[in-house]
């Protein structure tokens, strides 16, 4: 599976931004996504997760209230959706393919290339 994640770009805070994921040679409907990020000079996090069925979803507590993620299986699709933007949001951030809806890394087996996220504040 390859995956494109797209979205990205310099907002000022308090503005908004949705992410995309898209994947392609695989569908993604079997798996959990998750959402990770990781600040200049920081290791990288997770965000937040979402099930195969989209019945689950967990947040790291920092984006709890601000961001939401989804997805749409028929698109092949995962999005993050993010209100609220904080100076402390700023990130690449990373689509992955798990095996479960988890906070892990090693849950994941598949990862985007990254879309830059800046928050001016």
């Known amino acids: 599976v390859q995956l494109q994640a797209s979205g990205g770009g310099l907002v000022q805070a308090g503005g908004s931004l949705k992410l995309s994921c898209a994947a392609s040679?695989?569908?993604?409907?079997?798996?959990?996504m998750g959402w990770f990020r990781q600040a200049p000079g920081k290791e990288r996090e997770f965000v937040a997760t979402?099930?195969?069925?989209?019945?689950?979803?967990y947040y790291t507590d920092s984006v709890k209230g601000r961001f939401t993620i989804s997805r749409d299986n028929a698109k092949n699709t995962v999005y993050l959706q993010m209100n609220s933007l904080k100076p402390e949001d700023t990130a690449v951030y990373y689509c992955?393919?798990?095996?479960?809806?988890?906070?892990?890394?090693?849950?994941?087996?598949?990862w985007g290339q990254g879309t830059l996220v800046t928050v001016s504040s």
């Open positions: 992955a393919r798990g095996r479960a809806p988890r906070w892990t890394e090693s849950t994941y087996d598949a």
């Open positions: 979402i099930s195969r069925g989209a019945d689950t979803t």
């Open positions: 040679g695989d569908t993604i409907s079997n798996y959990a």
